[in-house]
């Protein structure tokens, strides 16, 4: 069965303090993985797609990087406004683009 | 604005009604799909459609019915409600045709039936 891990459920970290967030992934013919982050209320919004093994995208101070069982996405001395939920999702093999979403880590960065 | 919008954007409901929950989109995408949101379940797909006429099920259909209006147009019923379908309500959409696949969500509906 297609399933996605994330790791940990919450994470505090203190400004400027950087840091890593897992996703593991277990899908048949992974055709993309990808990272949304989630602000209260409101829905997620696109981060990054990695689609091979080695692979790395960066955004200010987030960089997504893949394995061939996890992706991690790091961030670099963070502030608090990327206080955020974090959601990484992975898409299967075959024609439907439905994407296993993981239940995402609550990340906290305080002054 | 916004390229995805979603209405309402909260409602409170009682058991037993029939609520629709309404997406719009600008962006153009052939693709829409309905999510819910729960704590600790994450985001879990209940239907998608591929275009106007290709409408399919998700994991988590049952209780729930769809339509498509039009291509930029996908809404979701709950033909009778019931309190375990409180939930945040997520619309989305994709471009087959970028070849990168990702999704692009609306604002949410959060619902609550009692």
């Known amino acids: 069965e297609d399933q996605v891990t994330q790791s940990p459920e919450a994470l505090r970290l203190q400004e400027g303090e950087s840091s890593s967030l897992n996703c593991s992934y277990t899908?048949?013919?992974?055709?993309?993985l990808f990272w949304y982050r989630q602000d209260p209320g409101k829905g997620p919004e696109f981060l990054f797609t990695?689609?091979?093994a080695g692979e790395e995208k960066e955004k200010e101070r987030l960089k997504a990087t893949l394995t061939k069982k996890e992706s991690f996405l790091h961030i670099t001395a963070p502030k608090p406004e990327d206080s955020a939920t974090y959601l990484c999702?992975?898409?299967?093999?075959?024609?439907?683009?439905?994407?296993?979403f993981g239940t995402g880590t609550l990340l906290a960065v305080q002054p | 604005d916004a390229d995805v919008t979603q209405t309402p954007r909260n409602r409170i409901t009682k058991t037993g009604k029939r609520i629709m929950l309404e997406c719009s989109q600008t962006?153009?995408?052939?693709?829409m799909y309905w999510y819910r949101q729960d704590p600790g379940l994450g985001l879990r797909l209940i239907y998608y459609?591929?275009?106007?006429?290709?409408?399919n099920k998700g994991e988590i259909s049952d209780g729930y019915s769809v339509s498509r209006q039009a291509q930029a147009k996908f809404s979701l019923s709950l033909e009778s409600a019931i309190p375990n379908q409180t939930a945040l309500y997520f619309c989305?959409?994709?471009?087959?045709?970028?070849?990168?696949?990702?999704?692009?969500f609306g604002p949410g509906t959060r619902l609550t039936v009692t």
């Open positions: 459609s591929f275009d106007v006429k290709d409408i």
């Open positions: 899908v048949s013919g992974l055709r993309g």
């Open positions: 999702a992975a898409r299967s093999g075959g024609a439907t683009n439905k994407l296993i």
């Open positions: 962006k153009g995408h052939d693709r």
């Open positions: 989305a959409t994709s471009d087959p045709n970028s070849g990168s696949y990702e999704q692009y």
């Open positions: 990695l689609y091979s």
